[in-house]
């Protein structure tokens, strides 16, 4: 019989925490598909990154403060950490545009955008429902499909990108900005991955 009650802020917080991952792909898809508004884009990235910054700080903190978590600490920690850095990538990727003074996109960068902007959102459903063990391996399998159906196109845009040759600091900003968006699609299956380890454990 379990004396002290679990700590179910956590979910909410979990939660919130995704709804900032998917608000941040939203925009950076839109970013690549029109760069026109550039910078109110990437403003508003950077204001959710930092939302996630305290959203995760506070997961941290009340792991410390909390006797009995939903699910254990050390997976408390890594899925706020895993979530956490998939927004930082985007957040930098978003910053690099800016940087590079990005005025025209390129057809690869908007697919691999959205690919990954639906990887966020099936991480925002594993999030909202990580006490549902199926539906959270269904995700999971899900995100590793999205992470090849992105491997693809990233392969493909590197090959065109420099078949293409061109100018070599385009070439050099295209190939950082692909590398980017390719990293935070690697990191929603770790998210997945993380997800399925605490249904597993949970189930």
Same mark, same amino acid.
């Given at each position: 019989?379990? @004396?002290?009650?679990? !700590?179910?802020? *956590?979910?909410?917080? &979990? ?8 608000? %941040?792909?939203?925009l950076l898809?839109e ?6 508004e550039?910078n ?12 996630a ?6 997961? @941290?903190?009340?792991? !410390?403060?909390t *006797?009995?978590?939903? &699910?254990d600490?050390?997976?408390i920690?890594?899925?706020? %950490?895993e979530l ?6 985007i957040d ?7 940087i590079?003074r ?12 959205e ?6 959102t ?15 391996y ?6 590793k499909?999205?992470?090849?159906e992105?491997d693809?196109?990233y ?8 078949a ?16 980017k ?23």
């Open positions: 019989m379990r @004396i002290l009650p679990r !700590d179910e802020k *956590f979910y909410e917080l &979990f939660t919130e925490l995704a709804k900032r991952l998917t608000g %941040s792909a939203a898809c970013l690549f598909s029109n760069p026109g550039l109110a884009k990437v403003t508003r990235i950077k204001e959710l990154e930092h939302e910054d305290n959203l995760t700080h506070d997961i @941290i903190d009340r792991i !410390d403060r *006797f009995v978590t939903p &699910f600490r050390e997976d920690h890594a899925l706020a %950490s956490d850095e998939v927004i930082d990538l930098g990727t978003a910053r690099r545009a800016t590079f990005i005025q025209k996109t390129r057809p690869a960068a908007g697919s691999l955008a690919v990954l902007a639906r990887a966020a099936r991480v925002e459903e594993g999030v909202r429902d990580m006490k549902n063990a199926k539906h959270v269904a995700i999971s399998e899900q995100l499909v999205l992470e090849e992105g693809a196109i392969h493909d845009a590197m090959g065109i990108l420099f293409e040759g061109g100018d070599a600091l385009e070439v050099v900003k295209w190939k950082d900005l692909y590398d968006i390719e990293d935070a699609l690697d990191k929603c299956e770790d998210v997945g991955n993380v997800l399925q380890s605490i249904a597993l454990k949970n189930a």
